[in-house]
């Protein structure tokens, strides 16, 4: 594997465990560099567990995950925080923060007793706003935001922080349909002209098709298949995975496979 094609992150063997239950069971899996993967599969199954993993917020009880063949549990806090960013699942904030105050304190992690803010997180913070069409609210509170707008500006706040990899929880959870199609534009855009790595958890296969380069099923704590959504958008694996009989077709507008879900198995 060449330097360009290795991926941005190996998951090595992983097991994370609570108290009297597995969560993930041995986890191996390859995230590549500069493109999209999406995390998909049943309530429960590991999902979010396994982002939160990668940006180590949980401590394995074995394997391990790699970062451009690091050992993450070797960084500090804040070199990893510079290498990968995370947006949890509902996030929050004081409602009388604004905008700017909020997307300013994704340049924490490169602040320090002798650098405090200067040009280069000036330039973060207007290229993150700018990004995600956010610049025009900056002195509004978040309290008066509606819902996509407040999802644009936390996703602004991890761009700040300019990390090679956005980690995002269910970014279009309780989010109507306009706004869950623009929040994944949005993504697949900075994807597009940042080269951002981007891993994010779906529960919509439909979206998760459209959008994903690389899919991955989980399943009770394991990865079930992993590879395009061509490959893994079949009857079979639908039924497999999540207990559901459905028929697969072709978007006819994206060329993507779409499932029509019909009835549990």
Not at 75 to 88: M, N, P, T, V, W
Request: glycine share 8%.
């Amino acid at each position: 594997m060449t330097a360009n094609s290795a991926p941005s992150i190996s998951i090595d063997g992983l097991t994370l465990t609570y108290p009297g239950k597995t969560v993930l069971d041995s986890v191996s899996l390859d995230i590549p560099r500069g493109k999209i993967t999406v995390l998909a599969g049943p309530n429960g199954c590991g999902k979010s567990t396994l982002l939160r993993a990668i940006r180590r917020l949980h401590r394995p009880a074995a394997g391990r995950v790699l970062l451009e063949e690091m050992d993450v549990a070797a960084l500090s806090e804040k070199a990893l925080a510079r290498q990968i960013g995370l947006l949890a699942q509902n996030p929050s904030a004081p409602e009388d923060m604004t905008v700017e105050e909020l997307v300013r304190l994704g340049r924490y992690p490169h602040q320090t007793m002798l650098q405090r803010w200067d040009a280069q997180d000036t330039r973060a913070l207007e290229a993150a706003m700018a990004g995600t069409g956010v610049t025009g609210l900056r002195d509004r509170p978040l309290g008066s935001l509606s819902g996509g707008q407040l999802q644009r500006v936390w996703i602004a706040m991890v761009l700040a922080q300019e990390t090679e990899i956005v980690c995002l929880d269910e970014p279009v959870n309780h989010l109507d349909l306009a706004h869950q199609l623009d929040c994944l534009d949005l993504v697949r855009q900075l994807n597009a002209e940042f080269g951002r790595t981007v891993v994010l958890v779906l529960h919509d296969l439909n979206l998760a098709a459209r959008y994903a380069d690389q899919l991955v099923f989980m399943r009770d704590g394991g990865v079930a298949a992993c590879g395009t959504p061509d490959e893994l958008m079949t009857e079979a694996l639908i039924a497999q995975v999540f207990n559901v009989d459905a028929m697969i077709i072709t978007d006819p507008a994206y060329g993507r496979p779409l499932c029509l879900p019909l009835r549990t198995c």
